[in-house]
């Protein structure tokens, strides 16, 4: 905290998944020292929600308990509230643009959006790079995997957003001088044959722009590989003999 007096919130799966050990007492090991709320909402997301709500009650108009989807300690006690349920997630990817980019370019002095110009940013080619959401979530149940088991009491299934706001998204980010657009979905194209169609449309129209490269830091699983007489790779194969650089992982697990 070194001082510090504003209030310390974490987020994202690994917090959502050990949010008892980081608030505990009983875990000083596990304990992060000075985190004051942690947002859970795993798998489908919705933390945008929960932060809004949040940020009603760091202006006292709402009560900590009344915000969804957070973990706190309060009176020696570790306090989990509701999860955001499907309908509310679903809401907040139909009216998300994206990230306000222009709104971070510089935060006290320094240049934040350096970051996405960074040669040495993992193994991005062509910078500068932006990440992209064409959906939340995965329909699947690996064991090994985070995002898509049920454990921990969050909302799970998959959620994908209009096509229109992904299109909108990917205008900016040509408009921004974006080269390199890295799709983080949980599962791209992979839940069912007309979300399979989907996913192909929304690769032509990265083509169409003019990107250099699309990553896929997460895998792709197998099957949405091959569903449709291998209609995912076909496209990919295409996009990489047109020039396009390409990377994506197939989980081997």
Known sequence: RLGYKGKIILGGANA????????????????????DIIINNRNLGGGELSLLKLLEHL????????????????????????????????????????????????????????????????PVRFTPFATLFTSRGCPHNCGY???????LGFVKGWLRRPIEKIFSEIDRQKAEG???????DENFGGYSKDHLDEACKILNYIAQKKFKAIYFPNAFNVNSMI???FKLLKKINELLINGML????????
């Open 16 to 35: 959502s998944a050990l949010n008892n050990n980081l608030l505990s007492e009983d875990r000083p090991d596990e304990r992060i020292e000075g985190v």
């Open 227 to 229: 569903m449709k007489n």
């Open 59 to 122: 202006k006292a108009d709402i009560n900590l308990n009344d915000v969804p989807g957070i973990s706190y300690r309060e009176c020696g006690q570790i306090i989990t509230t509701r999860s955001l349920c499907i309908q509310e997630v679903q809401k907040v990817i139909n009216n998300i643009d994206g990230p306000a980019r222009e709104l971070y370019t510089t935060i006290n002095g320094i240049d934040i959006y350096s970051y996405y110009n960074n040669p040495f940013s993992g």
């Open 145 to 151: 995997c985070l995002e898509g088991k049920d454990t």
């Open 178 to 184: 974006v080269r390199t657009i890295l799709i983080q």
């Open 246 to 253: 390409i990377r994506f992982a197939i989980p081997v697990e």
